[in-house]
């Protein structure tokens, strides 16, 4: 039973590690690269994509915690 229970976590932990990625590339990186390269629509508001920036990254780095957090309940 603790090999299908070390899977388990270890599986849960990929996920959530590929969601802090995923999070963290669409909702961080997205935002200001397309202010840096002045791609997408003109009248973005500043306020509003830096609050989406901390925010993302904010999840992004809670989900990647969590799946540290997964790992540490492995057997051994």
């Known amino acids: 039973m603790s090999v299908v ?3 388990t976590l270890k599986l849960i932990a990929n996920w959530c590690n590929a969601a802090s990625v995923t999070l963290g590339g669409t909702g961080v ?3 200001i690269l397309s202010r840096y390269y002045r791609i997408g629509p ?7 994509i830096w609050g989406l920036v901390i925010l993302c990254g904010g999840l992004s780095l809670s989900l990647h ?3 540290q957090l997964f790992l540490g309940g492995l057997d051994e």
């Open 65 to 67: 915690l969590l799946g």
């Open 42 to 48: 003109e009248l973005q508001d500043t306020e509003s």
């Open 5 to 7: 229970k070390n899977e």
């Open 29 to 31: 990186l997205v935002p």
